[in-house]
């Protein structure tokens, strides 16, 4: 196999090439991203994520951080205009659902439904495909364990702590089986010693899952933990 070039010539294509190759067809890939509000740009962005690694995002209130973010995920308010490609695996995402894009995202908030049982949560979120009941509550129930949540399945996610909400969230998330993890300051409503330990959860399972992580925050110390690529925008 040889790449073309100019003038006609060709090369030899090495295994360094074939690695960088198959290296752009996993993770999550962002090809020449622009976002306007009214005309005016708020971001323009390349990135390639790999699997298991993390690009921040850091900018202030207003500066279109949670924005990317609703790009990727599929769900952008038409009152902004983007352009770009978002790729995940490879697969161009244009046109795509954000039900089809399979992107996890946390936000500052768990987001937990009210009116079911801790385990009902995690149950909602796992993909339909798994149809029996024993299967789906094992599947939920082993999430609540790796979270140090075991016995918490029928809890109301009222009486949790804030910490506690944070894992569910974050365990719910999880078991829907997203090729991506979108960060939307999720730590930002914890206390000091809460927020370094969802941080090290939170980064250790992307890793350990091998999920491309995109986090937009405004604090250094989630850049900092999170290590990887850091983008900052005004």
């Known amino acids: 196999m040889a790449f073309p070039q100019s003038g006609g010539y060709a090369r030899r294509v090495t295994e360094r090439d074939m690695a960088e190759l198959q290296n752009q067809q996993t993770g999550l890939t962002l090809r020449s991203v622009s976002i306007r509000l009214r005309g005016r740009l708020l971001l323009d962005l390349d990135a390639h994520v790999t699997p298991g690694s993390v690009l921040t995002v850091m900018g202030p209130s207003g500066s279109g951080k949670s924005t990317l973010l609703a790009f990727i995920g599929g769900f952008l308010d038409p009152a902004f205009d983007a352009a770009g490609t978002v790729l995940i695996d490879g697969q161009d995402m244009d046109g795509k659902t954000a039900q089809e894009r399979h992107a996890g995202i946390l936000f500052q908030d768990p987001l937990l439904f009210p009116h079911m049982s801790v385990g009902q949560n995690l149950l909602f979120a796992i993909p339909s495909e798994i149809r029996t009941k024993s299967e789906r509550n094992l599947i939920a129930k082993s999430m609540l364990a790796d979270m140090d949540l075991d016995g ?83």
């Not at 506690?164 to 914890?190: G, I, N």
């Open 152 to 234: 918490c399945f029928d809890h109301d996610p009222a009486r949790l702590s804030g910490g506690q909400k944070a894992r569910v969230a974050l365990a719910r998330t999880l078991v829907s089986k997203p090729r991506a993890l979108l960060l939307d300051e999720p730590f930002s409503k914890l206390d000091s010693a809460l927020r370094q330990q969802m941080r090290e959860l939170v980064f250790g399972l992307a890793k350990a899952r091998a999920l491309p992580v995109v986090l937009v925050t405004h604090d250094p110390a989630d850049a900092e933990a999170a290590g990887g690529q850091l983008v900052t925008i005004d």
